[in-house]
């Protein structure tokens, strides 16, 4: 059955933290859908709409980003109405380094993907709607990305894939890590083996403010999709909570390669580039 899209976007709206001295502003950020749509979501639509088979489009969509990710693992760009995908590099390495084969533990590539005009059209159609989301009691994550950030040959700064050994930064409101609790801290757990954790504690976070938090990531933090939770003790006013307070961030973060289904990593802006792999 074709998807029936509504072109409806709700905007949650949350008490803008960066400006204490203003009482009635807020920021906003889109309400997705709680399910995400997969590759073979679109095709099987594709499918009803064209009255085709469905395993015809989902093959046929399939050798598409088959293409796409080939086209771009060697060296194109590649336009369509959807997105631009353009093939990135990042990395430091010495002179003597550049006669010698690539060490992929110095050097990422990955892709750095922009709307279409598509993609463009279809948003500026969307009907907009603003609801409340009322401030959290505890800690607020906004999103976590990578430290560092990379300057494509267009002159457009994208952050780099997050990986283990690496800095990276979490943002967001009321995330100072304080308190003797020894939950407290950041807490990433592998989401394909949860019984994988690391707890980064506050001794290993700097800066360690309110509205963020910047460390390096445990080597053995490996690509995949991680659930991120900060756990604190912290309360306005330079006062602690007897008991810790917990938030998670909604959706897993990425580290290195990104899923075969796509998505970006939290905290990305709608307008900017997204990183692949």
């Known amino acids: 059955m074709a ?44 499918a009803d709409r064209l009255g085709e088979e469905p ?29 631009y995908a353009q093939p990135m590099a990042s990395g430091v390495v010495m002179e003597e380094e550049l006669s010698g084969a690539v060490d992929r533990d110095k050097v990422k590539v990955y892709a750095s993907l922009r709307q279409g005009p598509a993609m463009k059209e279809a948003l500026a159609k969307a009907k907009l709607n603003y609801f409340l989301q ?18 494509g040959s267009d002159g457009v700064l994208t952050r780099v894939p997050m990986e283990g050994g690496q800095m990276a930064v979490v943002t967001g409101s009321g995330l100072k890590v304080v308190g003797t609790d020894p939950s407290v801290g950041v807490r990433l757990t592998s989401v394909s083996e949860p019984s994988t954790t690391f707890l980064i504690p506050a001794s290993q976070i700097s800066p360690n403010t309110p509205k963020k938090l910047q460390f390096v990531l445990p080597a053995g933090v490996t690509e ?28 897993p973060i990425t580290i290195g390669s ?4 796509g998505g970006t990593e939290s905290g990305g802006e709608d307008d900017g580039d997204h990183q692949l792999g």
């Open 224 to 251: 995949g999709e991680w659930t991120v939770e900060v756990t604190t003790q912290f309360a306005t006013g330079g006062h602690t909570t007897k008991t810790p307070r917990t938030f998670k961030l909604e959706r």
């Open 134 to 151: 009322p401030a959290a009691t505890g800690p607020y994550i906004a999103g976590m990305v990578s430290a560092y950030n990379s300057v």
């Open 3 to 46: 998807l029936n899209y509504t072109y409806d976007l709700n905007l949650k709206a949350y008490p803008n933290e960066l400006t204490p001295d203003v009482a009635d502003d807020y920021t906003v950020r889109v309400n997705t859908q709680s399910t995400p749509l997969t590759q073979d979501d679109i095709a099987r639509s594709v």
């Open 55 to 83: 395993s015809k489009v989902e093959s046929i969509v399939q050798v598409f980003t088959e293409e796409v990710a080939a086209a771009v693992a060697s060296g194109y760009c590649v336009s369509t109405d959807a997105f």
């Open 258 to 261: 990104l899923p075969d289904s």
